[in-house]
């Protein structure tokens, strides 16, 4: 892709993609995995039981997301 004006961030992530990197998906992941880590967290640190029942599910969740996150770029993997 070529860049059409200076500094074109969205030409720049098209040549990173080009190359392997995906970014956007990379992020969603990360972001993804420190949510559940940190509700996880809170859920062991805070006085009520129920957010705990919530937590023993989240694995289940963390793969259902990841499955949806990886449909932002059209292709698997
Ligand atoms: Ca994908």
């Keep these: 892709m070529e860049i059409k004006e200076a500094y074109d961030v969205k030409a720049l992530g098209a040549k990173l993609e080009a190359k392997g990197l995906d970014l956007a998906e990379v992020a969603a992941t990360i972001v993804l995995e420190e949510v559940l880590e940190w509700v996880a967290e809170s859920a062991a640190k805070s006085t009520t039981p129920f957010d ?19 449909k932002i770029d059209g292709e698997a993997g």
């Design 52 to 70: 705990d029942i919530v937590a023993t599910i989240l694995p289940l969740v963390k793969t259902e997301v990841l499955k949806q996150i990886d």
